[in-house]
């Protein structure tokens, strides 16, 4: 593969079109440094709107691996921009905040799942995509929430299915499935935090509401949910459904961003959580990126994600085998 030159570290100088704030900033950076702007529907409003491409975990792995960009800034998480690195050695792979981790990416070192498969001889470890490169490596096929139902029912039947990093999500695919699963017991530190009594309180108040809430909830909420799906298919069905126009959300509040700009007649309510003095019911990992942080690293080319390629070709044959489901 011929790798791409390496960009100036100097952005090239436009006269006739000087930055009268940030958003223009951001804008002569990005033509300058030829680089795409992908953002996940968590990120707050204001960064959704300046991205070349928004969505959720699987649409932005697609696009990352198909973009003729040179640089890719990843406006998510560090799994995220990790997994843009590996469908990308040869591109520059930005991340505005190289802290924005995952509350299950950290609960899954990679080291004790390599333990863990070990203990299970012939079985199959399906990871999450909410992982880390280096748990990726270990796995045998990756899913996103998109695709996880595919992902469980293209494994032979006699085989034994390890699932990591989320119980829940596993829990859900169990009951779509039928199939037994050995579950790794990481949770979201958001979706696990939504409360059951505020839910009933909005139905109550809200009766002919539809609840939409992504598999990575406690089953409890679950219950609920007239619709349950990843972040897309909640979008999908909260803008399109026929026999409703006002919806409970039960997943991070970044997305109502979307639905409201898809369906702007419609109502959509974000599921609080537990502690009324917290916004618990958003991630403050994705909340890390900011419009400065993207106009710095895209002028600086860092904060920069780099891996190994022993890894990045250990963590490349999982994702390619979800890849090619389709």
Known sequence: MTALP????EPSSEPSSAPV????????????????????????????DIADFIGDSLQLAKEARDTDADVILFC??????????ILNPERIVLIPDM??????ADAAPAKRVRQWKAEHPGSVLISYVNCSAGVKAVSDIICTSSNAVAVVHSIPADRQILFCPDRNLGRWLIQQ????MELWQGTCIVHETFSEQKLVKLKVRYPDAKVVAHPECEDN????????????????YATTTPDADTFIVGTEPGILHQMEKAAPDRTYLALPGMDETCACNECPYMRLNTLEKIRDALRDLQPRLEMPED??????APLNRMMSLG
């Not at 002569?28 to 795409?36: F, I, M, N, P, Y």
């Not at 996940?40 to 960064?47: A, F, G, L, R, W």
């Open 76 to 85: 998510g998480v560090h799994f995220m921009a990790e997994t843009a690195k």
């Open 177 to 180: 499935t039928g199939r037994d």
């Open 21 to 48: 704030d940030i958003f223009d900033e951001i804008d002569l950076l990005r033509r300058q440094r030829k680089a795409v702007i992908l953002a996940h529907y968590y990120q707050e409003p204001e960064i959704q």
């Open 99 to 104: 802290n924005a981790g995952c509350s299950l």
């Open 6 to 9: 390496e960009p100036s570290s």
């Open 311 to 316: 890894l990045r070709l250990a963590a490349l």
């Open 221 to 236: 909420l679950l219950r609920y949910a007239d619709f349950i799906g990843s972040t897309s298919q909640l979008l999908k």
